[in-house]
């Protein structure tokens, strides 16, 4: 059996199919099947046409779908170009058509459904890459709302002290309510006690604790009103539990926040 071909379905997923085709599809289940998958995708490209603004998809996506969808070449521009091009270039009636007495000379009826199936089709399509274009946007704009919440202000690579053989780096993340943190990164260490993260002013005499890491990571607040071109310098110590809380004087990995 010779199935409906790709315009022919979706003329008819938009309300537009001929006796012929409205036969094929009550015989054949795999043609319905395609018809109403179709339709899901033109309600969801008519509700989407609602919402203004969208960003216009690379015509890269296009040509994805059109060579998945195996389409032919009549359709093989971007829909969205038709879409930015001022529809009345492509329906004018050509000088000679306007000075001919009756006005426009008749078209055939066949003719004019394929025009009109001509001009329709990108529509659909152009629904088709609506809708993939806003499932993609809801998985892009959750991802960024996640990834927005922190801006890196400030960074610095550490390098470590002459005992000591470890690397790290240091960021200060500046986060969407008006926090900071320091994101400390630093290699497994042989830290004979614990490692305590500071501030420390270029005298080296003021210095504040941000605490102790664990790990390789470590996220520290950093005090609202603590200015840190006063206390440009990242330090991780090795401290003893000795309970004194002072730094122990044995720095690993130090580096100076270029702000
Ligand atoms: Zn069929």
Not at 49 to 74: K, M, N, Q, T, Y
Not at 176 to 196: I, N, Y
Request: aromatic share 4%; with cysteine.
């Amino acid at each position: 059996m010779q199935h409906l071909p790709p315009e022919t379905l979706a003329l008819c997923a938009l309300g537009e199919a001929e006796p012929g085709d409205t036969a094929h599809l009550a015989d054949c289940a795999e043609c319905a099947a395609e018809v109403t998958a179709l339709r899901r995708v033109v309600t969801a490209g008519r509700n989407a046409g609602e919402s203004e603004g969208l960003p216009r998809p690379p015509s890269s996506v296009w040509d994805s779908i059109h060579a998945r969808l195996g389409l032919s070449d009549a359709v093989r521009a971007d829909p969205f170009d038709a879409v930015d091009t001022p529809p009345a270039a492509v329906d004018a009636p050509s000088p000679a058509q306007r000075v001919s007495p009756a006005g426009s000379s008749p078209v055939p009826l066949e003719d004019a459904r394929k025009r009109r199936a001509r001009r329709r089709l990108p529509q659909v399509l152009g629904a088709a890459a609506a809708a993939v274009v806003l499932a993609a946007a809801g998985v892009w704009g959750i991802s960024r709302i996640l990834a927005d919440r922190s801006e890196v202000i400030a960074a610095v690579e550490l390098a470590p002290l002459p005992a000591y053989s470890d690397t790290g780096r240091a960021e200060v993340d500046q986060r969407s309510d008006g926090g900071r943190e320091l994101v400390v990164t630093a290699s497994g260490s042989g830290a004979r006690g614990f490692r305590e993260v500071w501030l420390i002013a270029p005298d080296v005499q003021r210095m504040v604790s941000l605490g102790t890491m664990e790990g390789t990571e470590g996220r520290f607040t950093i005090p609202a009103n603590l200015d840190l071109d006063e206390y440009p310098i990242v330090d991780i110590s090795d401290e003893p539990f000795d309970g004194n809380p002072t730094h122990s004087g044995d720095s690993i990995l130090r580096g100076v926040l270029d702000p």
